[in-house]
């Protein structure tokens, strides 16, 4: 039988794969592929997540610390001006006092140097010069003595330019290049007034970088957060890459077992992935999935990374706040220490009367103050002095600046209507009402106590009626409005009355946060228990009514909060 002979290669046994290793190899590779570029896209996400986090947290730092920079810097100046304008008051005081000294006894007048030359920060100082000539008349350092500024001109050339426009008696100010024995350069800013009726100027200086201390702590502690967080976000990275293999290899394991599950193994990841993204939605902020399915994982994705995003940017703005507040903390304390120049540290007294005064803001900064006129000491009358005491509505800085507005302008028109105190707050209320543009007022009081007269000429601005306790009977009566609060309407009417005052009379002057503090009981201290302390104290001295008064407030309040600034002023008639 002839029989077809058979090829070799159709005995060969032919390798077969089945379909479930087909899958099994198509499904590995499609894992490798699709999640070896998840994993590197995630790692990717994450790194510029990170660095993205880290430049925002750092030009965050650096804008709060340069606007912190400029506002000390605008404080600062501030302090230097009105530490050359209270100098040159002080000088031109001590001038009139001493008539007829000439410009080269000046440095032999020990009183005066102290007035004269003063401290400015850390390290500036105040001196005195002359407005033609240029000589320096008084100067911490005694090799400055009659030196002529002019010299500097060439050397200091940046100095010279806001120095010369002085010569003239102009009121000149800005800033300038030092050079430290070290070579290095560093800016002083300094501002120069004249003492008003004299040859002389007075000159304040010092380094600006002493007012700017608090940023560079501030620069420093955000760098240090910064660096941590950077930290903490490369290892939560870490830990996320690691998972991330951890679960990759499992996966890859399930499929080679479990391949006719193919069902079950799609839906795994995604229960595994919901249960991880609630975890890491709990506490591990820099897990990132990077998923584009067009299906459930997107959404999924699409929501953890929204949820990481929001929780960064939470933490960040948390960052900010602190930095924002440790700022303004050191702004308010900036602005109690300037507030509190702006208040008398000593009482120049006037034969006949005996005056204490005092003020305790509620806050850092508030809006009482009081004043203490002595024409006596500038020679305008004898025998007289001036006293106020107001109270700004509204609390903290805005009503601190309202307050030195107020202050300033009717201590001005207090000096120039001398004899006539009705047209100084008059004139005064036209120019506060003026600049009032928050709708913001004031109450105040003022008076004028005349020795020779006996008498107590006032005016009063819508505040609270002072006290006056009658000696020779042992009565009380009030010192009633007169016009009412200052910067509500312009050309505002005021009259002045006139008290009689005999030895062993006592005025009270207050704001309302003496007779308005409360108790635990919300009970007000009231004006009958001012009185009762008035007539307890009347033999003593106005220093020491005036802290009987405050003790027995603090006595009565407790432990409540004060509430409201507290401003107080006895005068004694002896």
Known sequence: MNERAIPPETNRPRIRLRVATKLLIAFLIISLISFGTIGFYSVFSMGQLRNIAIDNSVSLGETAASDSAAALAALGELAIKQKAIDVSEQVRIYLAAHPGLSAETLGGMPDLVRVAVQPVGDTGYTCVYEKDTALMRLHPNAKMINYDMRNLKETLPSWWKIYEPSLNGSISGGYYDWQEPDGKIRQKFMYMVPIEGTQYMVAATTYIDEFQKPVEATRLTIAAETKKTADTIDEQNRRAITIFLAIFAALLIIIA???????????????????????????????????????????????????????????????????????????????????????????SQVEGFDVAAKSLMAKEVGGD???????????????????????????????????????????????????????????????????????????????????????????????????????????????????????????????????????????????????????????????????EVI????????????????????????????????????????
Not at 486 to 494: C, K, L, N, R, S
Not at 544 to 558: N, P, W
Not at 563 to 573: A, G, K, P
């Open 535 to 574: 007539r307890g104290t009347k033999d003593l001295s106005a220093g020491k009514i005036l802290a009987t008064i405050l003790d027995a407030v603090r006595e009565f309040t407790g432990d409540y909060p004060q509430s409201d600034d507290i401003t107080l002023m006895v005068v004694r008639v002896v």
């Open 257 to 347: 077992v479990l391949v006719f599950v193919l069902s079950r193994m799609i839906t795994d990841p995604i229960r595994k992935l919901t249960k991880g993204a609630g975890e890491i939605g709990s506490g591990n902020l820099d897990y990132q999935v990077s998923v584009h399915s067009g299906d459930e994982l997107e959404q999924l994705a699409d929501t953890f990374n929204r949820m990481a995003g929001d929780l960064k940017r939470y933490m960040d703005e948390i960052l900010v706040t602190n930095a924002e507040k440790e700022r303004l903390e050191n702004e308010m304390e900036i602005a109690r220490a300037i507030q509190q120049s702006f208040l008398p540290e000593t009482i």
């Open 369 to 531: 103050f009081f004043d203490v006129i002595p024409f006596e000491v500038v020679k305008i009358k004898p025998g007289r002095m001036g006293v106020l005491i107001a109270d700004v509505s509204g609390k903290g800085i805005p009503a601190a600046l309202f307050m030195a507005l107020s202050r300033i302008i009717v201590r001005v028109n207090a000096t120039w209507f001398y004899d006539e105190p009705a047209r100084a707050i008059h004139d005064a209320n036209n120019l506060i009402a003026a600049d009032s543009k928050a709708g913001m007022f004031v109450t105040l009081f003022y008076g004028i106590l005349d020795h020779t007269s006996h008498t107590f000429t006032y005016v009063n601005a819508g505040h609270n009626p002072p006290i006056v306790y009658h000696g020779s009977d042992g009565t009380f009566s009030e010192l009633a409005a007169t016009g009412i609060a200052m910067g509500v309407i312009t050309d505002a009417e005021y009259s002045s009355n006139e008290q009689p005052l005999s030895p062993g009379d006592v005025v009270v002057l207050y704001t309302d946060g003496i007779t308005e503090a409360m108790n635990v009981r919300e009970e007000m201290f009231g004006e009958e228990r001012l009185y």
